[in-house]
């Protein structure tokens, strides 16, 4: 009897285009410390020397394994040539900006290693906080091309055994990191469970930092940390030579806010690159009440209101305002939300560390017709403010104030469908 099979062509998600292809290169952003890693990948067409293939995937080391992942045929001379080379770009170029770590090319070997640790995340036995159905589609999707990409790499010899663990992440990680940095990093792959990466920043054992209490409330992010030198009379170290810190943080977990207190010791001096936490005791993790929590996290807003003209809702472009040109538009309740990034992660280095001290600012284009700049910072909502006044948009603008709040009104505006900014402030806020 005839033995019938199906053949998949090339239109098929089910075809591996990369063993028509000769890997090239591989870029990445090297930011394995923040839990996350962004890669593009190109390979050359045996065939058709011109034609390129590229890849663009973001690798989570938390929850979901891959958030992102596309693929780009640029063919010279195909109708989709310009537009698919266009959108790649532009999607590599917001995850560069928004990740703000240097841009890095890797070889095979640790892209392969970076890929491989990861992918156990995406699949369908990992408890994640949320998800649906088109997630697991994306997931089981992400999960075939990349299987096919590392068959094609392997049938030419390349795999993942020339590059450890421990060596792609610190590849993909800062070379040089500060006290602070050290600290900073440490705590936010302890507080969502990444101890792989945990484990580059200290002389700990590895199994042993799943035993540090501040883990205990499941996956968290770390929201805001307080550093404060200490002595080592006052907090005498196992080793009786490392530094002591003392730290206050604020976590956010599946069931609320978390505050923790701890002594953090380092190796080296407190001016040392690159040093290591030798030892961490922990005092206190206490849940916190919506009220202290709201506490812990309000900051000062600085908002500025414009009014603008209908015309200028259809169609709007954020390309054309200079700090949101590489923003991606997230839809919320009350209209599209971009968000501008500082072009670094210097805020890690700091003995005050927030979680949203990478964002520069945000705009809110909302249902009502308002465009409302907010920023932390008040000489970033000035340059907001500059950059939206001189935009090809300044003709469709009306200003309609500018306030500092105390209080936190943004997120509200956000999430309330059609509300203006004036209903949410009470007469004489400024």
Known sequence: MTELRIIHGKKSIKYNHFEDCEFVSCRAVATRLM??????????????????????????????????YREFECIPGDPAYSENKKEMNELWDNFVAVMGGEVIGIDAACMLRAIESALPLAQEDVDREYDDEENREFRAYARLRTGYMIDALSSSGITSADCSLRDAIETLSPVKLSAYETINYFLMRIVDHDYDAAAVLTSMDRDALEDIELADAGIQTLVRCDITKSDRKRDRSADGISY????????????????ATFVIWLSGSRRSTNPLVTEIRVGSVIKMSDYEAAMQISRTEYLTIFQCADSMLDGFDSRYIGPFAHS?????????LYTAY?????????????????????????????????????????????????????????????FRLDASVFRTLCQAPGVLFEELVEPGDN
């Open 244 to 259: 002591p810190f003392r730290c206050r943080i604020t976590t956010l977990a599946r069931d609320g806010y978390y505050h």
């Open 35 to 68: 839990g996350v890693v962004a890669l593009r990948v190109s390979w050359r067409s045996r065939r058709d020397r011109r034609s390129v293939l590229y890849q663009i995937i973001h690798l989570d080391y938390s929850e979901y394994g891959i958030d992102e």
């Open 342 to 402: 500082k072009g670094n992660n210097s805020f890690v280095d700091s003995a005050k560390y927030r979680l949203d001290d990478d964002v520069y600012g945000y705009a809110l284009l909302s249902i009502a017709g308002e465009l409302v700049l907010m920023s932390h910072d008040l000489r970033c909502i000035s340059m907001l403010d500059d950059a939206t006044i001189f935009s090809l948009y300044a003709p469709f603008i009306e200003t309609r104030g500018r």
């Open 328 to 336: 991606v538009p997230t839809a919320v309740p009350n209209g599209w």
